[in-house]
């Protein structure tokens, strides 16, 4: 079956780092947008970060533009999100999404979330 599990959470101090993994499986990895998106206590969750099915085009929100970077591995099926200059106002539950658009409908899948605590 589908799977999307997320990895490398924590807590960190403001100005550290993390390096967050979805691993995926059960699906054609390789043909599937993945995205990383974040869900703030209270707050609708929201997109962080895009990478195109090659690896080829990314596209950030403007609150982690030049801290973030997203990657993948299609070898690994699997996609990755580094974070640096981390700030408290990062903290929240990340998750990873696939997505794959077709002529009529679209298929996507989420992982269940890890928690990123940013704070001293």
């Known amino acids: 079956q589908v799977q999307l599990v997320e990895s490398g959470g924590g807590l960190v101090q403001p100005g550290g780092s993390l390096r967050l993994s979805c691993a995926a499986s059960?699906?054609?990895?390789?043909?599937?947008?993945m995205s990383w998106y974040r869900q703030a206590p209270g707050k609708e969750r929201e997109l962080v970060a895009t990478?195109?099915?090659?690896?080829?085009?990314?596209a950030y929100a403007d609150f982690v533009k030049g801290r973030f970077t997203i990657s993948r591995d299609n070898a690994k099926n699997a996609v990755y999100l580094q974070m640096n200059s981390l700030k408290p106002e990062d903290t929240a539950i990340y998750y990873c999404?696939?997505?794959?658009?077709?002529?009529?409908?679209?298929?996507?899948?989420w992982g269940q979330g890890t928690q990123v605590t940013v704070s001293s």
């Open positions: 059960g699906f054609t990895f390789s043909r599937y947008t």
């Open positions: 990478i195109g099915s090659t690896g080829g085009s990314t």
């Open positions: 999404k696939a997505l794959r658009r077709y002529s009529f409908k679209s298929e996507e899948y």
